[in-house]
């Protein structure tokens, strides 16, 4: 019942933006079927934010993945009805201290545009996803340090996911205290991609930055080991 | 004169059976209508922000009273602006310290009851506005045009502002309260929390020459016509309660993009 209230259309208001950086681990080891799950977590990840409206017109995301080199596969943008996902392929070692590294400075780089372009956002998300231990000329203090204080300063939010034959010991040593590393049921990418895609969409439907209940919903929906 | 208002819960809030945070407290005394909306801050940090938001609402509403009874405040006369900026910082002090009373009451910091507040005070011929945080203010005059009554204070990102318990406004407080002081032909007034304001707030618009995103801070006329309009119309019909009631549905699940926020929402109307 309206009572004669107003109804109709509201205003042209343009959606907050919220900046998502996937970092994901392409090494040698993840060739075969773990590479082939992450590519079909990928999509259902796409179907899953694309049918949400609000998170579908509000999350940026962004693939970075990492092997002997690091490669922006797709650049921040909606995951909208024309969004590809790319197919991924595995091979060479772990750099996953460089695709840290080019995460954040990513997403420095997309603050700044928000900021001149006028727009507010939410604060952004890292989530990485490895099966392994980066290369031994990787320089863990140093993102440790900047993970830390990024997050300390509420300047992104980090999340860090292993896959089996991840170093957890070294996720969570790399983590903030706020979020502890998870491990994946086998290489279960869709359940995960399915789990991280309604924890986004809860996100980007929030307002305020409150803290957002992100357990799956019941065990079947559940991709890690441990409860979140 | 007519205040109709209400505050209701959020989907979010709903879902975790959390309290809603947002409170509101409407009065007119002495032919002088008052309006006090108040935001909790929200998360684990601030676990009694809806205690703080209630505080801050009572206090300022008891306050403008006691300011009208020593005719401080008189209904045919405006304060000058800097009158009421000297006001503002006396309220904001008063209200933070009822907050640290209350803090103390139950054991806790002042920190944890922050809030935000907008506080009006109009008659047909004035409005005064006190903001401290975000949410969004406004009136329409006798002519029909709209006015915002302050910009909110919002940071880089999304949800943040300032408190009346924070650091910063304690600090400085000339510089984070808003107090402003409108002479008009007074026919409505509005204040919304931020759970409101994309719905019936311009607040995030685009502009294709400059390829930037603006805030218009502008009051959605066709939202507020045709809602005053009904609201006329219902106190003529039904009681006041009923008719607070109604609008109290109508903000909970009468649009439905109102149904899918997630926030708290305020909404308190006053008609001339």
């Known amino acids: 019942m309206s009572n004669g209230f107003y109804t109709e259309e509201t205003p042209q208001n343009y959606e907050q933006k919220c900046a998502c950086c996937l970092?994901?681990?392409?090494?040698?080891?993840?060739?075969?079927?773990?590479?082939?799950?992450?590519?079909?977590?990928?999509?259902?990840?796409?179907?899953?934010v694309s049918g949400d409206e609000t998170a579908s017109s509000r999350l940026e995301v962004q693939l970075i993945t990492f092997e002997s080199e690091v490669t922006i596969e797709k650049?921040?943008?909606?995951?909208?009805?024309?969004?590809?996902?790319?197919?991924?392929?595995?091979?060479?070692?772990?750099?996953?201290?460089?695709?840290?590294?080019?995460?954040?400075?990513?997403?420095?780089e997309r603050k700044n545009w928000y900021k001149e372009t006028g727009q507010t956002y939410y604060r952004p998300y890292i989530i990485l996803m490895t099966d392994g231990a980066p290369d031994g000329d990787q320089n863990i203090e140093q993102i440790k340090t900047a993970i830390k204080s990024g997050v300390d300063d509420k300047k992104f939010n980090f999340w860090a996911f292993g896959v089996e034959g991840a170093d957890m010991n070294l996720l969570k040593d790399i983590s903030h205290p706020e979020f502890s590393p998870q491990k994946l049921k086998g290489t279960d990418f869709v359940t995960f991609f399915k789990w991280l895609s309604s924890s986004m969409n809860a996100i980007t439907n929030s307002r305020d930055g409150e803290k957002?209940?992100?357990?799956?919903?019941?065990?079947?929906?559940?991709?890690?080991?441990?409860?979140? | 004169m007519e205040i109709i208002g209400a505050s209701v819960i959020g989907k979010k809030h709903l879902a975790t059976n959390s309290s809603c945070e947002d409170n509101c407290?409407?009065?007119?005394?002495?032919?002088?209508?008052?309006?006090?909306?108040?935001?909790?801050?929200?998360?684990n940090e601030y676990s009694f922000s809806e205690l703080g938001s209630l505080t801050a609402v009572e206090t300022v509403i008891n306050e403008v009273k006691y300011l009208v009874d020593?005719?401080?405040?008189?209904?045919?006369?405006?304060?000058?602006?800097?009158?009421?900026?000297?006001?503002?910082?006396?309220l904001h002090k008063t209200i933070y310290e009822k907050i640290c009373e209350k803090a103390i009451e139950i054991g806790t910091e002042a920190n944890t009851l922050s809030c935000t507040l907008i506080c009006i005070v109009f008659t047909k011929k004035y409005v005064l506005s006190l903001n401290i945080g975000d949410g969004r203010a406004g009136y329409r005059n006798s002519k029909g045009n709209y006015f915002s009554l302050f910009k909110p204070?919002?940071?880089?990102?999304?949800?943040?502002?300032?408190?009346?318990?924070?650091?910063?406004?304690?600090?400085?407080?000339?510089?984070?309260?808003?107090?402003?002081?409108?002479?008009?032909?007074?026919?409505?007034?509005?204040?919304?929390?931020?759970?409101?304001?994309?719905y019936c707030w311009e607040c995030n618009f685009y502009n294709e020459e400059e390829k930037k995103y603006y805030d218009p801070n502008m009051p959605f006329a066709t939202f507020f016509d045709q809602n005053i309009k009904t609201l006329k119309d219902l106190l003529k019909s039904k009681s006041k309660e009923e008719t607070i009631n109604a609008w109290r549905d109508y903000i909970d699940n009468g649009h439905p993009k109102f149904k899918e926020e997630q926030d708290d929402k305020t909404l308190v109307i006053g008609i001339v």
């Open chain 1, 23 to 48: 970092v994901l681990d392409v090494s040698g080891s993840m060739s075969g079927e773990p590479i082939n799950q992450l590519n079909e977590g990928l999509k259902q990840f796409l179907v899953e």
């Open chain 1, 75 to 108: 650049d921040f943008g909606l995951l909208d009805e024309e969004y590809q996902m790319p197919n991924l392929l595995a091979r060479g070692t772990t750099k996953m201290v460089d695709g840290l590294n080019k995460a954040i400075e990513s997403i420095e």
């Open chain 2, 70 to 90: 020593r005719k401080i405040i008189r209904s045919k006369k405006i304060l000058s602006q800097p009158e009421w900026e000297k006001i503002s910082l006396k």
């Open chain 1, 212 to 228: 957002i209940d992100i357990a799956p919903k019941s065990e079947g929906d559940n991709p890690f080991q441990i409860t979140v």
């Open chain 2, 153 to 198: 204070f919002q940071g880089d990102q999304v949800g943040m502002t300032v408190f009346i318990t924070s650091k910063i406004v304690l600090e400085n407080p000339e510089l984070y309260l808003s107090a402003n002081t409108f002479e008009d032909k007074i026919e409505s007034v509005f204040a919304l929390s931020d759970g409101m304001e994309n």
């Open chain 2, 25 to 43: 407290m409407f009065e007119i005394y002495k032919n002088i209508g008052i309006i006090a909306i108040s935001d909790g801050a929200g998360s």
